[in-house]
């Protein structure tokens, strides 16, 4: 739904550049103020949905960790950090509601799913990175290359996931 990616798109901004400027908590503010009402008033099972936006940010929280460990990319706030951040598992839990609504078309299509999640995963990366909020590996290309990996497995992963958890 437009509204969905509308306000997937200000949770997006709201942590990046919440942590491009230092303010790491504003990104999960602004998803928490923001998640749970498309759960309620865009969703009809609201149980099943709230597990599910818990699955894929604990899921996505455990992805980052383990980019930001092996070196694909680091954080820039806070510096140094060696999990994933509150801002970047904050998306994770915005992105959910995404699959739910915006990408829900993209159900059953799971070699489209990990074609465009390797192509436009990255995106967002490059993104987060041009606008300060953080730094990928020493090799641009094998940074991408890694983060495109891991974005082609877990968005058609998330969207099984979806489909069996709402399955009636």
């Known amino acids: 739904t437009p509204i969905n990616f ?7 901004f709201g942590c990046v ?10 990104g999960p503010v602004v998803v928490l103020i923001l998640v749970p009402p498309q759960i309620y008033f865009l969703t009809t099972r609201h149980r ?14 455990f992805l980052e960790s383990l980019l930001i460990s092996t070196n694909i990319y680091r954080s820039l706030a806070p510096e140094n950090f060696p999990l994933c951040p509150p801002w970047m598992a904050a998306l994770w839990f915005s992105f959910a509601t995404v699959i739910s609504l915006s990408l829900a078309w993209l159900k059953g299509r799971l070699i489209l799913a990990a074609l ?3 192509l436009l995963g990255p995106t967002a990366y490059l ?8 730094v990928t590996a020493d090799s641009f290309w094998q940074g991408y290359f890694a983060i495109g990996v891991a974005w082609a497995i877990m968005l058609p992963g998330m969207l099984s996931i979806h489909s069996k958890l709402l399955r009636e």
Not at 48 to 61: A, D, N, Q, R, T
């Open 17 to 26: 550049l919440g942590a491009a400027n230092n303010l790491i908590w504003l």
């Open 116 to 118: 465009i999640g390797g």
């Open 6 to 12: 509308i306000l997937f798109q200000v949770c997006w």
């Open 48 to 61: 099943k949905e709230l597990f599910f936006v818990l699955i894929c940010g604990i899921s996505g929280f």
């Open 127 to 134: 993104g987060g990175e041009k606008l300060g909020a953080i």
